[in-house]
């Protein structure tokens, strides 16, 4: 079982390591790490650097791609050599999953035409720019599709993948391994368990980070 | 505010990955993947590798240091230079974490003397060699330590100590944009929530893997 998961420069980094934590457990499972570059790539942030392991065009086939997601995505909407990447891998997996606003990508690449998908809430309404049907929920299935909500949701989607992969008792295992029994000290997870000033706070935010870099291909300080 | 991240050869991404997706959006945070070397470390299945920027020396001081876990720190159990490190930048944090086996190393380091303290269930009762007093919670505080239990866990020890480094709303912002609600498929993430079998399978894999380590340096495969 071949696990990809593309990466790229301003990645949120939970985005993929959720899903890689729970999915490298899969029996049999191979894990690649695909970039543009070989070498080092930057999280959102610049704190992180994780390391890109195989070109994008070394990888011709997989069971499983992930698409994280992370500012950056702007910055690849447009970029031809990543949608066709997208499409072609696509065209060989059992599974194609995004997390986050990799959800754009999938959409920009055309694979979410007419279907049910979601991505952080703060951006969920631009799904519709690609024939998408936003949907509210947490984990998304349509097809062989699995689109989540915001960066911790991966996990949720890669759990439920294992489940589907590998069956329940692998699942559980996974599950115990990884102590996933989650304790939130706080219950503001959510746009409508969150405050409503905090809400409009994410959502400026995204959305203001996101026109500098639709525009200026930079986050402006 | 620095965070430092000691990362290692054989780390548990999630384990450090969970804290820092967290911490890093404190405001005013400057984080620090710190370790033996510079350049890339691979986790514990070697899929993955995440960039070392600093070495253990260039970091003496720094207000929050987080230990993630993994069977690399087996090997690192006697290390005295990484353990002489956790004591040296002990002395100016406000915290000290750690996540899953992490809390082996601030035990090695003489840290978790008299202290309630958890790790990863599976090894939860090596705690006592280091004169700690294990206790089987998702997060546990004793003075300005902070140890979770394994893996996922990290993530509410950091939502935690947002609460209490930043407050309340700090808190619930970055809970938003993470979207971190969770809702696991299944209820398999407790000792007492998962199947008998499975967590007897789980502590008799740690165990032998541990068990080779502590003998060989390796896994044996």
Not at 55 to 67: A, K, R, S, T
Not at 75 to 90: Q, S, Y
Not at 133 to 156: C, F, H, M, N, Q
Not at 185 to 204: H, K, N, W
């Amino acid at each position: 079982m071949h696990i990809v998961f593309f990466i790229f420069d301003r990645l949120t980094a939970l985005d993929a390591i959720g899903p890689y934590e729970v999915l490298s457990r899969l029996p049999g499972a191979r894990v690649t790490f695909a970039g543009l570059e070989r070498g080092e790539v930057r999280t959102d942030n610049g704190c992180l650097g994780l390391h890109v392991d195989a070109y994008l065009e070394q990888v011709e086939q997989c069971d499983v791609v992930v698409i994280p997601g992370g500012f950056g995505t702007r910055l690849l909407e447009k970029r031809l050599i990543v949608l066709d990447w997208i499409r072609r891998v696509d065209q060989s997996t059992r599974i194609t999953a995004s997390v986050c606003t990799g959800a754009l990508l999938l959409g920009s690449a055309g694979l979410l035409q007419g279907r049910r998908a979601t991505t952080h809430f703060a951006v969920r309404h631009r799904l519709s720019e690609f024939g998408a049907l936003p949907v509210a929920e947490r984990v998304v299935a349509d097809g062989k599709y699995r689109t989540a909500a915001g960066v911790s949701a991966g996990i949720d989607l890669a759990l439920g993948l294992a489940i589907e992969l590998a069956g329940r008792e692998v699942a559980q295992s996974i599950q115990l391994g990884l102590e996933y029994a989650p304790e939130p000290p706080l219950d503001a997870g959510r746009e409508d368990s969150a405050p409503p000033a905090i809400v409009s706070a994410i959502r400026e935010h995204v959305r203001r980070r996101d026109a500098e870099l639709a525009q200026h291909g930079v986050i402006v300080p």
